[in-house]
């Protein structure tokens, strides 16, 4: 596909973003607007609004361009590129809003991020309303996203339940054969958290990644469904919170690279008392700090 053609796929799409967020009959903004919006020249605005009116989705009648109905899924183009996958986004959109320190309430541009992560707007649309099932996400009145928090309530129950579905996660796992892969995979975490220890000064920031990668390793012995599932809920919430309260992060982070140190231990001694214990006791001081960045930021 011609460097042309796919951006104005990419303008067509992000046009068609823009209209799923006005109701049948509003009338769209100037072609100027739009231009300067979409980051494009007016040219490629007015073949986007051409192809609009083509497809039944505008009236367009000199400078007036009314809705006539919202897109639907089949609208939109596709656009051949190197687009990272849905786990991709996920983890790019987290790390970019640890690395620039986004703090809630800040508008998310669609256009913008977009283009920041190389995917279609249509699909980071999707991919913003999949985590407005979770809070992190929530629609603007006047169209568009921006990132939001969490209530206090939320996070007792979202710690709480964590509670149950790790220490489940421990039990089995320390039962498992020693052949079983899921000792090698500790053995480099473990390698992994000593290093990090070593370099903390200059790279405290890199915990939430390792902290994220721990967890999940140790729920994936868990063949359940819905614990992968909630297992997104942790790195959509627990590690972004976690990164809030930037107060003492370099402390608490070497404070967390202890205590996953000792259930790595613990594990590896298949001593289910042990690990339970640590278990609890690093996922307790993880559920303070969620609830203590909340307070910093007034969420509760």
């Known amino acids: ?6 951006r104005f796929r990419e303008a067509y799409n992000a046009l068609l973003d823009y209209c799923a967020t006005l109701a049948p009959g509003a009338q ?11 980051e494009v020249s007016r ?3 007015r073949s986007a609004l051409e192809r609009l009116r083509t497809e039944g989705l505008i009236r ?9 109905r919202q897109p639907v899924p089949p609208d939109w183009l596709p656009v ?7 786990e991709e986004l996920e983890r790019q959109f987290l790390n970019w809003v640890l690395r620039f320190d986004v703090p809630p309430g800040t508008p998310l541009n669609v256009t913008e991020l977009a283009r920041r992560f190389r995917v279609p707007a249509h699909s980071l649309q999707e991919f913003l309303a999949s985590l407005s099932r979770f809070g992190l996400v929530q629609r603007r009145p006047r169209g568009g996203w921006e990132l939001v928090g969490f ?4 996070a007792i129950e979202l710690s709480d339940f964590r509670m149950m579905l790790e ?9 498992l054969p020693v052949d079983h892969p899921i000792w090698s995979q500790l ?15 200059g790279r405290y920031h890199d915990f939430s990644l390792l902290d994220e990668r721990f967890h999940t390793t140790i729920g994936s012995v868990v063949r359940n469904r819905f614990v992968a599932e909630f297992q997104k809920v942790i790195t959509l919430i627990f590690h972004y919170h976690y990164q809030w309260d930037k107060k003492d992060e370099r402390e608490r982070n070497l404070a967390a690279i202890g205590e996953h140190l000792r259930l790595i231990e613990a594990l590896t001694d298949r001593n289910e008392a042990d690990a339970i214990a640590a278990a609890r006791d690093h996922l307790r001081t993880s559920k303070l700090t969620l609830l203590s960045s909340l307070r910093s930021h007034a969420l509760v």
């Open 1 to 6: 596909m011609a460097r042309t053609d796919e």
């Open 28 to 38: 769209l903004s100037s072609e100027v607007a739009l231009a300067k919006y979409l």
């Open 43 to 45: 040219t490629v605005v």
């Open 60 to 68: 367009w009648e000199g400078r007036e361009k009314a809705l006539l």
């Open 80 to 86: 051949e590129s190197d687009q990272m996958s849905a």
């Open 151 to 154: 209530t206090r309530d939320f």
């Open 167 to 175: 220490l489940n996660a421990v039990s089995q796992l320390v039962a």
């Open 187 to 201: 053995a480099a975490l473990e390698a992994e958290h000593h290093r990090l220890a070593e370099q903390i000064d």
